[in-house]
């Protein structure tokens, strides 16, 4: 019978040492490595489809991963690398995002259970949160300053510097710099923000005020667990509608900024509306408040941070209630040139 390459191995290696008695131990390690190396080359070749299935899987979900998007993209410019990056996540998950939204938390409460109820209280903590118009805020501090923060440069004039605090670029793909730091400033009771934009959000309400508009701020700053706790509640909201923890988190993350990456955690933005329109929802552009911030709200350094039109750009819906503060100088070029801040950054950063 033919003898196997391994019974030849041995064979010669058998007919070695018993010649020269000092090939004994050389013999059993040349033996030990050619067979481990045979065997490890088997297993490999029998599950080869199985491991380049696995490895296929991985880079797909790394490439298409929203956190390492940027990295596999080869896109020059944040706008480029976002224009392809929603070219990966297809539209559905836009539609998916409006057509499981929650009905309402009221009746979320009324369908589950006890812990149903508690997570509907604290959806109604958040919705009910608090909420100030200028009277309010001046009332117990009549002290605040309301002149002008600074005077604001002429167009010859005008350098944009990238470490600027004013302009930092925070988004998904852009998460809070682990190096950024602020000081917050109280705007009344337990509502925060960055002190440095109090000055400049007065002289805002007040003008608006002035022009018949009673402006309400609505959730400026947020604590990571905050963030982090919005974000979950609502991942659980479309769970409960039928979806899958991967889509529920897509979905989210369209209408919540993922926590660690949100523009509320370094309190430079805060949801503003009307004492005559309370809930955050696009009709607010419509109305009368809506339409004055749209249009002077740069005046005061204040943009729209998620414009109707940009979504492919900012990966977040149209919010015409929220709004971030960049400088007065970067917000009426934002405004003019109808760009936001990401595409602002690639023409003039």
């Known amino acids: 019978m033919k003898k196997t390459f391994r019974e030849k191995v041995m064979h010669k290696c058998a007919k070695l ?32 489809r199985r491991y380049v299935g696995i490895a296929f899987t991985l880079l797909f979900f790394m490439s298409s991963c929203s956190f390492s998007f940027a990295v596999f993209s080869g896109q020059a410019g944040f706008v480029n690398t976002q224009e392809a990056y929603n070219a990966i996540v297809v539209d559905s998950d836009v539609a998916l995002a409006v057509e499981k939204e929650v009905a309402s938390s009221k009746e979320l409460a009324l369908e589950g259970t006890a812990e149903t109820v508690k997570e509907y209280e604290d959806v109604e903590d958040i919705i009910n949160a608090d909420a100030y118009t200028l009277d309010d805020i001046l009332e117990d501090t009549a002290d605040y300053a309301l002149e002008d923060s600074g005077t604001v440069q002429t167009e010859e004039e005008l350098v944009f510097d990238s470490s600027d605090w004013r302009l ?63 974000f979950n509640q609502r991942i659980r909201e479309y769970m409960r509608q039928g979806c899958s923890y991967m889509e529920a988190y897509k979905a989210s993350s369209r209408v919540i900024t993922i926590p660690g ?58 919010e015409p209630w929220h709004f971030r503060y960049v400088g007065k100088e970067a917000a009426t070029i934002m405004s003019q040139e109808n760009i936001c801040l990401e595409e602002f950054w690639d023409e003039y950063l």
């Open 168 to 230: 930092v670029l925070v988004n998904k793909q852009h998460p809070i710099p682990e190096d950024y730091s602020f000081s917050l400033g109280v705007i009344k009771g337990s509502m925060l923000c960055d002190e440095r934009i109090i000055a400049d959000l007065l002289s805002m309400m007040q003008a608006a005020k002035a022009d018949g508009i009673n402006l309400v701020i609505r959730s400026p700053y947020r604590t990571d667990d905050r963030q982090e706790s919005n």
């Open 17 to 48: 040492t018993s010649k020269h008695t000092f090939f004994k131990y050389p013999c059993l390690v040349y033996m030990t490595l050619l067979f481990g190396i045979m065997s490890i080359g088997r297993y490999f070749a029998s599950n080869g």
């Open 261 to 318: 990456s949100s523009e509320h955690q370094i309190g430079l933005a805060l949801d503003i509306t009307s004492d005559t329109y309370i809930p955050l929802e696009e009709g607010f552009a419509e109305t009368d408040a809506g339409k004055w911030l749209a249009r002077h709200s740069c005046e005061y350094g204040f943009i729209l941070r998620y414009p109707e039109g940009k979504e492919y750009i900012t990966s977040i819906e149209y």
